[in-house]
């Protein structure tokens, strides 16, 4: 009688793995259904209650894991006085410069250059090798030839963003191109659309919202590449600002940029996540 | 006098090793000026293909369409097709999708909205202008599909199953409407479906096909949509005894049909 113990039995793990009644309004059996905002803030609390707590009893030394509140200090710090010369407002400033410039850059032509490659044999066969084969290389193990190729300024920064952003930009609008039913196509080629019609009256607005996933995927990238394209002739930047911090054991301002880093990149995966439902209510509904 | 003619189409597909498959084999149909052409068979019987035939989706391996003597050599606004589903745009309001073929053809935005309105009222959907498709029932949904299908004022709209997805009584409204809509706008229809009562009910000439090679079995002229027209009593006609008599004729010929080929 094993398919009737997940409905009977009173234990902890027959509790988990019950399917629970829906509540009104619900529907029974939806995956992952609720609310999941007030767990998320208790977990946040917890993880930095521990961090204090193994802090303050001097479990750790602060070399290894500052407290919190030497973290805030080395924040409040470097906000009044700047740090190697300039200020925080700064590094910020040129670290998310670079990102989302490279960011916008990889919009403009991946979105295309995927649309392209869902749309014509041609573009899916000249472009498809070159992005597959740099795809899965780490930035780091191409820089030193971007910097051969393109000098230690701007230049060479913001192409290595740019290309670890490019990949799944380009790769999300081409999977994209696959949401537009032929019924859709069919339709507005019997009206007597042309090619360019049906990409943009058709192809282009059912892609998406496989653009905006793509488009957070790759904003995600853009930061992970950020401290790896601040290694090289940098004065300035976040992540300039982590890697010389560690250089000189200054703990809590790596993770204060760690933080800092993370806490712009989750804005902005909201500030997206909200102009999503601006522009596509219909995700999931049609 | 405006007509569509299917003259000896046949489609093969190559199979590598052995004979090709006949989807369609000798077509041959003609839709006049005021026709109501229903298709009906057992799935594999090539409806679907010959739709696509006269939408100008696919060619056909022999053979010729041709409206008004033209050649169909691709689709074109004067073969409108309303599509089973999946066919409307979710990220445009009822509006812009009736008026999304006009769009297409660069009839300017205020003209195309006044010609989207009119159909829009022909199919009852004033009150639903503004919102957006996905929020509409799969019958209204329908009538968004056949009011943009309109708009382009076709020679003929093509119907592929426009009401397999709809329930049971949403169903027999939606025939009804559409009845009235070729009567008011004199169009030629050429409509598939699956349900004998459909055809019998809907259509001034039924094509029974049968599959394997996908062909035209048995043609008949059909009185019942010019009698609903007199009476304006669907379900009177739909359990009257001619008609019943007539659809378990066609019910036994699909059947026949069906197991003469069940050879998988």
Redesign the interface.
């Given at each position: 009688m094993s398919d009737t113990r997940a409905t009977t039995g009173t234990g902890l793990w027959t509790g988990l793995m019950k399917a629970k009644p829906a509540k009104p309004g619900e529907i029974y059996g939806v995956p992952g259904q609720g609310e999941s905002l007030k767990i998320s803030a208790v977990v946040i609390a917890g993880l930095i209650f521990v961090w204090w707590y193994f802090t303050y009893a001097g479990l750790v030394k602060p070399l290894f894991l500052p407290s919190p509140m030497g973290v805030i200090e080395a924040f409040l710090g470097i906000l009044k006085d700047g740090f190697t010369g300039a200020s925080f407002w700064e590094h910020t400033w040129v670290s998310t410069l670079r990102v989302f410039g490279a960011f916008l850059l990889a919009c403009v032509i991946g979105i295309p250059l995927g649309i392209a490659m869902g749309m014509s044999r041609v573009a899916r066969g000249v472009f498809d090798p070159p992005i597959e084969f740099y795809r899965p290389i780490p930035p780091l193990a191409y820089l030193p030839l971007m910097i051969i190729w393109f000098g230690i300024d701007e230049l060479s920064k913001v192409l290595l963003i740019f290309l670890s952003v490019l990949a799944p930009m380009a790769l999300g609008a081409r999977a994209g191109v696959k949401s537009a039913a032929i019924e859709q196509i069919h339709a507005a080629y019997s009206f007597g659309a042309s090619r360019w019609q049906v990409i943009r009256l058709v192809v282009l607005p059912s892609a998406m919202p496989e653009i905006f996933t793509a488009m957070r995927v790759g904003i995600g990238f853009g930061w992970t590449t950020l401290v790896a394209a601040e290694m090289v002739a940098a004065t300035s930047g976040l992540g300039y600002m982590v890697l010389s911090a560690s250089r000189f054991l200054q703990t809590p301002i790596v993770i204060m940029g760690i933080v800092v880093i993370a806490a712009i990149a989750y804005a902005f995966d909201h500030l997206v996540r909200f102009v999503e439902r601006r522009v596509v209510p219909w995700k999931g509904r049609a | 006098m405006t007509a569509l003619v299917v003259r000896n189409a046949s489609v093969f597909y190559p199979v590598p090793g052995k004979q090709p498959v006949h989807a369609l084999k000798n077509i041959n149909l003609e839709i006049h000026d005021k026709d109501f052409v229903v298709a009906l068979g057992a799935s594999g019987c090539g409806k679907s293909t010959l739709l696509n035939l006269i939408?100008?989706?696919m060619a056909p391996s022999e053979g010729e369409i041709s409206l008004n003597e033209r050649v169909v050599s691709?689709?074109?606004?004067d073969?409108?097709?309303v599509?089973?589903?999946?066919?409307?745009?979710?990220?445009l309001n009822v509006l812009d999708n009736v008026a999304?073929?006009l769009?297409?053809?660069g009839c300017e935005k205020s003209k195309r909205e006044k010609i989207a309105r009119d159909f829009i009222k022909l199919l009852g959907l004033e009150q639903f202008e503004k919102h957006?498709?996905?929020e509409l029932s799969g019958g209204m949904q329908q009538r968004v599909g056949i009011a943009?299908a309109l708009t382009?004022d076709p020679a003929i709209l093509l119907m592929d199953e426009p009401l397999g997805a709809l329930d049971a009584l949403t169903r027999e409204r939606a025939q009804e409407l559409i009845l009235r809509v070729w009567r008011d706008t004199g169009k030629m229809v050429f409509f598939i479906t699956h349900s004998v009562e459909e055809a019998l009910f809907m259509g001034t000439k039924l094509v029974v096909m049968s599959p394997r090679p996908g062909r035209i079995s048995h043609v008949f002229d059909l009185p019942f949509s010019r009698q609903y027209f007199e009476t304006g009593n669907a379900r009177a006609i739909k359990a009257c005894a001619e008609f019943i008599a007539l659809r378990e004729k066609i019910l036994q010929i699909i059947f026949t049909d069906e197991a003469g080929t069940h050879d998988e």
């Open positions: - | 939408a100008g989706f691709g689709p074109g606004a073969r409108s097709v599509f089973q589903k999946h066919a409307l745009m979710p990220w999304f073929g769009k297409i053809q957006a498709t996905y943009r382009s």
